[in-house]
């Protein structure tokens, strides 16, 4: 799932541009998976599929598969249709250094809704 | 050719609140029975607009918003930059009373949303007699902030991209792409620490729920409306307020979020008309 990130950031012009200062490298969790994404000015040039050995990032959004599948379906449920609204449920956790991650909500907003089959772009 | 103009008619109003002189652009469309709408936290009036153009409305409400001071077109007072905005209570009651006063208001229905949506709790409790009806948008007793609110306001993060990143999430997933952006960019557009002051109320001064069981319906009828996808006043808060506020009326509105007036004007209609519809036909005050 989490692959396709590269393609369908980018893919739009817009979701690039609203990213456009945002370089950085952050961990996805879902379940026992983890991925590496790194951005460089809003493009994703690398989406890496753990596990990994000692490695650095700067923050990490991790959730169980349950709670990312909800997320991913066209129209979820209420409350799974917002990682903020999974954070709030307990079922996210937002960890690290949150800076670039808040700076750009949006972006990494988008760009995650970006990943649902009838998202619109 | 005649200019293509809204009905909606806006205008500066000179007030005095807490001692001080204010500037407030308050606007309204449509005659009858006075319709006051309160906007959500770190938003403005621009958010009611669909309901101000809408004829099933306005034919027999006259349709009245102010932007809050620091909010929309609204000054924030002489001496703001030496100051740190935060809503009271106390503050937030005063001045929703002050503008009926200044405006000759007459009983009006009164009808907030989010914080909006709380305070109206306030107006039920110690304010029934001066209202026809009070309907709660998203209306909770309390709310537990789920994020650190410091960033809302700091130097280093744009304070409106990240309210609107905030609040994106809020809105239903099914709610049309030109009202959703349309609502997040009202929050774009918001003051400094605007957002963040608000949400003091929100999250702690206007805490009601020691004392919500004692608002008494029949000396003013109460109806609760709740987005399904709000996360923030969930349905389960304002079920909870449906518990213990005798008499409440209380419905969970399908497919609808947080804004359910700004992110999908035409779904909400389809909840808050039957609403003005029995208001305006006095079932609801016949019950009392």
């Known amino acids: 799932m989490f692959e396709r990130l590269k393609d369908r950031v980018n893919g739009n012009p817009a979701l690039l541009r609203r990213g456009k ?23 994703i040039e690398a989406v890496t599929k753990g596990p ?70 | 050719m005649k200019p293509n103009f809204e009905p909606i008619v806006g205008r500066y109003l000179s007030i005095e609140l807490a001692g001080r002189p204010h500037r407030l652009y308050v606007e309204e469309a449509g005659q009858g029975t006075p319709l006051l709408c309160l906007h959500t936290a770190g938003s403005d009036t621009r958010q009611y607009r669909a309901l101000m153009n809408d ?7 006259r349709v009245i918003a102010f932007d809050m001071p620091w909010h929309g077109k609204s000054s924030p007072p002489v001496g703001w930059q030496d100051e740190e905005y935060r809503l009271t209570t106390e503050a937030y009651v005063a001045m929703i009373l002050a503008v009926m006063a200044a405006l000759g208001l007459d009983k009006p229905v009164v009808m907030g949303c989010s914080i909006g949506g709380r305070v109206i709790l306030h107006l039920a409790l110690d304010h029934p007699e001066k209202f026809r009806a009070i309907i709660g948008l998203e209306s909770a ?24 990143g905030v609040v994106s999430g809020l809105v239903a997933p099914t709610a049309p792409q030109e009202s959703r952006w349309e609502t997040l960019w009202h929050y774009m557009q918001s003051g400094p620490g605007v957002f963040k002051g608000d949400l003091y109320f929100y999250t702690k001064d206007g805490d009601i729920r020691d004392r919500v069981a004692n608002i008494d319906t029949r000396r003013c009828p109460l109806f609760l409306l709740t987005g399904e996808y709000d996360y923030s006043c969930t ?38 008309l039957p609403v003005l519809d029995r208001i305006q036909g006095g079932l609801a005050s016949r019950a009392a």
């Open chain 2, 55 to 61: 004829a099933r409305v306005t034919r027999d409400y």
């Open chain 2, 235 to 272: 349905a389960e808060a304002t079920l909870e307020l449906g518990r213990l506020i005798k008499g409440a009326e209380v419905k969970i509105m399908e497919g609808l979020g947080h804004f359910p007036m700004s992110e999908d004007p035409e779904k909400f209609l389809g909840y808050l």
């Open chain 2, 141 to 164: 007793a309390h709310a537990e902030p789920y994020y650190d609110l410091a960033w809302l306001h700091r130097g280093d993060v744009h304070g409106g991209e990240v309210a609107a």
């Open chain 1, 21 to 43: 200062t945002c370089s950085t490298r952050f961990l996805l969790e879902m379940g026992e998976e983890s991925y590496l994404v790194d951005i460089r000015e809003g493009r």
């Open chain 1, 52 to 121: 990994f050995n000692m490695t650095s990032w700067t923050f990490a959004l991790r959730a169980p598969r349950d709670a990312w599948t909800e997320f991913f379906k066209p129209i979820p449920r209420p409350g799974y249709q917002d990682i903020l609204g999974l954070a709030k449920r307990k079922l996210l956790r937002i960890e690290g250094n949150l800076h670039p991650f808040m700076a750009h909500l949006l972006y990494f907003k988008e760009a995650l809704a970006s990943l649902r089959p009838e998202a619109r772009a």
